[in-house]
């Protein structure tokens, strides 16, 4: 069970803050952390925790962060053969924190915006091994595209998860895609059409049926997720917790449905195991940190 995933890593630089520095103002951080992150990397190590074969293809700086980063692929599983090093500054990601959790972010792509369709081509052979190709949008459009493409020659699935929302997106370039995966956020803006209700969601979820989308998976936080395809819907409510932190619960969404699917096939079991792994991992604090291994995620279900 092998999955590629094409996309972005960051470090995030996360300060702990008193209070937002008004412009031209210094302020002390009494705590700092640093954490891997970048969506791509995430379901990445989501999905390999899990136990799938995970290839990496993605760009790293020339900088202190790049080493960081490949440690942690290598440390999750992760296959590095394409992870590809870049004269520029890693992808980073400057994070304020304030102490009602309210939160100030800078996205620095870096090596990120360097990763070209040649790149991935050139990963052509590892790719084809693969049973699922997984994306998102922290890299340029392009590549995304073009990876599509590269999937659909090669027969093989490709996963999009349209996020972070980008209204530079093209439907009838994902229209290859087997799966699209958005929350509710990401559909809007995918459909053009306001997402406040489920009868919204079906609606706007028809629209990119109606481009050749084989399968759209929308997440609903707290609500669960519900899949949308030609024959009708299937709804999977959400599982009520103490959620103390909820970023990166898309990602361990994702990197859950794809292991989960590549293993059975089967699109609603993939999708209730999903859940449960993203409502867990929304219980502890972090991203990557709060992703379940495997042994634990089970052991919890027995
Ligand atoms: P994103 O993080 O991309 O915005 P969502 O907020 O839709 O994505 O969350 C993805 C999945 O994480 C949901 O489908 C759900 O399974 C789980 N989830 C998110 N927030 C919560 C929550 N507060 N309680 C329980 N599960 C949650």
């Known amino acids: 069970m092998s999955i590629a ?25 009494p705590n700092f952390t640093m954490g891997c992150g970048g969506k791509g990397a995430n379901q990445a190590v989501a999905c390999s925790r899990l136990g799938s074969n995970v290839t990496m293809v993605t760009r790293v700086g020339n900088d202190i962060f790049a080493e960081n980063t490949i440690r942690n692929f290598q440390d999750n599983g992760i296959d590095t053969t394409h992870v590809l090093t870049t004269e520029a500054t890693s992808g980073v990601a400057p994070i ?16 990120n915006a360097h990763l070209s369709p040649q790149d991935v081509d050139n990963a052509r052979e590892e790719i084809a091994k693969c049973s699922l190709i997984v994306l998102q949008l922290e890299i340029e459009l392009e590549t995304v595209y073009s990876t599509i493409e590269l999937g659909n020659e090669l027969g093989i699935p490709v996963l999009v998860n349209p996020a972070p929302a980008s209204p530079e997106l093209r439907l009838d370039k994902i229209r290859g895609a087997e799966f699209v995966v958005p929350n509710e956020t990401e559909l ?33 936080g707290r609500k669960g997720a519900v899949w949308v395809h030609e024959g009708g819907s299937t709804y999977v409510d ?15 969404f994702i990197g859950c449905f ?4 590549v293993e059975t096939g089967d699109i609603e079991y993939a999708m209730r195991m999903a859940r449960l792994y993203a409502s867990d991992s929304v219980t502890r604090h972090g991203t ?15």
């Open 258 to 261: 794809s292991h989960y699917w």
């Open 238 to 252: 959400g599982r009520a917790v103490d959620a103390v932190d909820t970023t990166g619960a898309g990602d361990a």
């Open 5 to 29: 995933v094409v996309g972005s890593n960051m470090v995030d630089l996360i300060s702990y803050i008193d209070r937002m520095p008004a412009e031209g103002e210094t302020v002390e951080a």
């Open 96 to 111: 304020f924190v304030d102490p009602d959790s309210k939160n100030s972010i800078i996205i620095v792509k870096g090596a």
């Open 188 to 220: 809007s803006l995918l459909s053009g059409m306001p997402v406040d209700d489920m009868d919204d969601v079906l609606k706007a979820a028809q629209v990119l049926l109606n481009v050749g989308i084989r399968n759209v998976i929308v997440t609903l």
């Open 288 to 302: 990557q940190t709060s992703y379940a291994t495997g042994e634990d995620f089970r052991g919890r279900l027995a």
